[in-house]
């Protein structure tokens, strides 16, 4: 555990503030695992220190969520589309 809190701290993973008036911080919980090696023995004990994200009530701790992640089937989709009604497409992220 203090191998993991010395990564996060080198890290600068979080930086601490004053909590807003009338809000509650989320708290933490540590997840522990065993690592074995390929034979069954115990290669190491690990520990994590993880979010309990469980805890936040929507419209409360946080109004929306938004993930960015996009399967590549859409990707191909969305271009063969552009390519059948020959539509212009600027790629922004090689500027």
Known sequence: M???????????????????????????????????????SIERHKARLVIRGNTQREGIDFIETFSPAVKMTTIRLVLALAAYKQWKFFNWMCT
Request: hydrophobic share 45%; proline share 0%.
């Open 2 to 40: 203090e191998s993991e809190l010395q990564a996060l701290h080198a890290n600068n993973t979080w930086t601490e503030v004053l909590l807003v008036l009338g809000k509650r911080a989320i708290s933490t919980k540590w997840a522990y695992k065993v690592k074995l090696h390929a034979d069954g």
